[in-house]
């Protein structure tokens, strides 16, 4: 039985434990509120940051030559800044290392003087009193960084940037192209294999609370991948040479520019594409936008005499001629549809061959053996052998013109039979003649080896595209034909290399006016061969952009016989081993 006296003890403890439980029941309602129900929105209410930190920048890819050599590449520069107040509120304290005295270590890193470093800080307050920014030097080497950094003066300040170098100057600097100010690729090589060279930046990510704390454990780092390294068909080498011999040759013809193009036969690789004016990424400032460009890939010209070849070629396959087939030709002479076609000298009408008329680069003689096929035939080998095609996707290349047959008239019946009428650039040039002396197999050009990831993955340029665009034949009888016009023709003492036999042909454009015309008495010039003709081996092209010393092809003989020359040189091709067969005859 319960008393009065132990009731009152056991209803307080009764009532104290309610008042508990009922004050647990809140928190646990609350908890619940915060944690499950209303957890999103207290969280996001709770952070000042989620998931953004400081991006973490990749490093662009480098480029190279055939052999490794460096021609593009990325180091991180610095940029050094002085805070002109900190400098004065320190000298009032006594600092550790006055101002003088430290003006001088740091223009003995960053090549100046320490009057000149005073004046920077000396000027800035001078226009005002709380100046806290001056610059002090850009782009800052690591070892000049590091020297600065040890000094540990507080008002010194520097910030890491990368910057794009190019450490062959203008060695193929038209070929590797440039980066505009904020890294973006502009031109060549850069813009071409950007999905390469490119890097794919990092992120270090956290979360903060609202007192600019970060939460422990909520870290995350995603590195930045580098980009790779492109490689490239070209020989630095070779290329420095060609540039400085055809910057000689085009200023001593008094030319606008000029170009040299090497492609490998029996692969389609272009070895060297050198020009004048030779683009230096490292100053584009030196020279006008209009020269930013390569003239190998952005220039498209009526290739002339150059193109007869591909013209014999269409008569040999499609009318069943032979070097040895003959027409009657004039110098002058005027054709049933009212055409005039004119050669470049004046002659009695010669009975000429076939090879003749390419040895004395005949406009009539082959205007009458292009004629000997269709039109339609003619087109579709010009196509065959490239003409308005592109070569390797170079960023902005031109591809020249070819005009459907519909639109050829009477004059350009003939015209087109001789290199007019149609525009080609030198690379198509080179890939025209590459198949002639590869045994009429057509390869594509290439200018690109292989792109190499971060992780040392190599990946092969995809395979040049390989066509039989004429026999073996055509191919064999063009070749002894063009051989015959570097022993007979005109420019045959000026283009000898010693130990090999070389084939050639020239061409002679007239420069259009801009007004439908073409300018008088200007031309763009070239000449092109390969050797050795017992073995082809490589591809010479050279042009000349409106020669005024010499104004016919005859000015490229020189820079074409050196250029040959050297590339044989490099390659240590093995000079001819098998004689040269018997002339042939240019009239019957």
């Not at 920014?133 to 540990?152: F, G, P």
Request: contains cysteine; charged residues 20%.
């Amino acid at each position: 039985m319960t008393t009065r006296a132990t009731r009152g003890p056991r209803r307080r403890t009764v009532v104290a434990l309610a008042v508990i439980l009922s004050v647990l029941a809140v928190f646990v309602v609350r908890l619940v509120d915060i944690q499950v129900v209303s957890a999103d929105e207290h969280v996001n209410d709770s952070l000042k940051h989620i998931g953004k930190g400081d991006s973490i920048s990749g490093q662009r890819g480098t480029i190279v030559d055939a052999s490794g050599t460096v021609l593009a590449s990325s180091v991180m520069v610095y940029d050094a800044e002085l805070s002109p107040l900190v400098i004065t509120e320190l000298e009032k304290k006594d600092p550790k290392v006055p101002w003088d005295e430290a003006a001088d270590k740091i223009a003995a890193v960053t090549g100046q003087t320490g009057d000149e470093v005073r004046a920077l800080v000396a000027n800035a307050l001078a226009e005002n009193a709380e100046s806290q920014y001056v610059q002090l030097k850009k782009s800052l080497t690591t070892d000049q960084y590091i020297e600065l950094r040890d000094l540990k003066l507080a008002y010194l300040h520097m910030t890491a940037r990368e910057t794009r170098v190019y450490p062959n100057g203008a060695v193929a600097g038209n070929i590797v192209g440039f980066l505009d100010g904020s890294g973006k690729a502009q031109a060549g090589i850069e813009k071409m294999e950007q999905s390469c060279l490119a890097p794919v930046n990092g992120e270090e990510s956290y979360r903060i609370g609202k007192d600019g704390v970060v939460i422990p454990g909520s870290e995350r780092t995603v590195n930045a991948v580098d980009g790779g390294t492109v490689q490239l068909t070209i020989n630095s080498d070779l290329n420095w040479y060609l540039q400085q011999m055809i910057t000689e040759e085009a200023q001593k013809q008094g030319a606008k520019g000029g170009t040299v193009t090497v492609v490998e036969v029996k692969t389609g690789k272009i070895r060297a594409a050198a020009e004048w004016p030779a683009l230096d990424p490292n100053d584009l400032g030196s020279m006008t936008a209009d020269d930013w460009g390569s003239e190998i890939f952005h220039h498209d010209f009526e290739p002339g005499s150059t193109f007869k070849a591909i013209t014999a070629a269409a008569a040999m396959e499609g009318a069943g001629l032979t070097p040895l087939s003959t027409v009657s030709a004039s110098s002058r002479e005027k054709f049933p549809n009212g055409a005039v076609i004119n050669d470049a000298f004046s002659h009695a009408a010669y009975n000429y061959t076939l090879a003749g008329a390419l040895i004395d680069s005949s406009n009539v003689a082959l205007s009458k053996f292009g004629t000997t096929v269709s039109p339609e035939v003619r087109y579709d080998y010009l196509q065959r052998f490239g003409v308005g095609k592109d070569t390797i996707g170079f960023p902005t290349e031109v591809s020249g013109t070819l005009h459907p047959v519909s639109e050829w008239d009477n004059q350009s019946l003939y015209t087109t039979t001789f290199g007019q009428f149609f525009t080609v650039t030198a690379a198509q040039v080179a890939g025209a003649y590459q198949a002639i002396a590869n045994g009429g197999e057509k390869i594509d050009l290439s200018l690109i080896e292989s792109c190499t990831k971060p992780d040392g993955t190599v990946v092969a340029a995809d395979a040049p595209k390989h066509e039989q665009i004429v026999t073996e034949q055509t191919a064999a009888d063009l070749t002894r034909m063009l051989e015959n016009v570097a022993v007979q023709g005109g420019n045959a003492e000026r283009i000898q290399v010693p130990g090999y036999r070389v084939t050639s042909k020239t061409g002679t454009a007239q420069v259009p006016d801009g007004k439908g015309g073409y300018k008088a008495g200007v031309y763009y010039t070239s000449m092109v061969g390969f050797a050795p003709v017992d073995d082809p081996q490589y591809v010479v092209v050279v042009t000349l952009d409106e020669p005024t010393k010499v104004v016919s092809s005859v000015a490229t003989a020189s820079a074409f016989q050196k250029a040959m020359t050297q590339v044989m040189k490099t390659y240590r091709v093995m000079p001819s081993s098998v004689p040269m067969d018997e002339l042939l005859p240019k009239f019957e």
